[in-house]
């Protein structure tokens, strides 16, 4: 906002890193129509830009992120609409794909 309150027109795109940190997370239970539950949902804050992203976990199980995970934003499908899939960010621990993890996705 400029300061008479009129939004700016001169700002500038910055590319955001696709890597950060859990600032804190949530595992959801409550049945939603077209989604499987349950699932976690993360704030992820984005490195060296202090930018956080709310984003759905991809790649483990729901509950198994905490506070502090490493990780990376990957492109998933996260709905389907009318027959078209619509694409969007979910988070990817650095743990996701070791042995023992788990297989919850995004879509």
Do not use: N, Q, W
Not at 13 to 33: A, D, K
Not at 55 to 81: E, F, K, P
């Amino acid at each position: 906002m400029d300061h008479d309150g009129t939004l700016k027109t001169d700002y500038t795109f910055v590319e955001l890193p696709r890597t950060g940190v859990v600032y804190t997370e949530v595992t959801v239970h409550v049945p939603v129509p077209g989604l499987k539950t349950p699932y976690t949902l993360v704030i992820v804050e984005l490195d060296e830009v202090g930018v956080r992203a709310l984003v759905r976990v991809t790649g483990v199980d729901a509950g198994t992120v905490d506070i502090g995970d490493r990780g990376r934003l990957v492109l998933r499908r996260v709905a389907v609409r009318s027959g078209v899939p619509d694409y969007g960010y979910a988070f990817e621990p650095d743990t996701a794909g070791t042995v023992g993890a788990g297989t919850e996705d995004a879509a």
